[in-house]
């Protein structure tokens, strides 16, 4: 889980709210509507697979037991995120 201790995280995460709360509502809105379709193609993809996307205790068992894969991960896809906006104009 996000924590403040973890200095990268917290200097990713606070640059991304950085240029969501100056960007234009237009362009905040779009950027945040990527993560949910992200979310959502991940869903998908795994449905089609015949997996289900884990929820209540079997989420936290998973979120234990891949942590180091999911926190690799996640700080890539925010990395990405924060790429992508600032290629946006305003």
């Known amino acids: 889980m996000y924590g403040p201790d973890d200095e990268k995280a917290e200097a990713l995460y606070s ?3 950085a240029a969501l709360r100056e960007a234009p509502d237009r362009l905040g809105k779009k950027m945040v509507a ?3 379709e ?3 193609l991940c869903e ?3 449905e089609k697979a ?3 996307f884990p929820e209540g205790e079997a989420k936290q068992e998973a ?3 891949l942590w180091e894969r999911i926190e690799k991960l996640r700080d890539l896809r925010a990395e990405e995120f924060l790429r992508a906006f600032n290629r ?3």
């Open 63 to 65: 979120l234990g037991e």
């Open 38 to 40: 992200e979310r959502g």
């Open 88 to 90: 946006e104009e305003f």
């Open 44 to 46: 998908a993809v795994a």
């Open 50 to 52: 015949g997996a289900t």
């Open 15 to 17: 640059a991304i709210l």
């Open 34 to 36: 990527s993560i949910f």
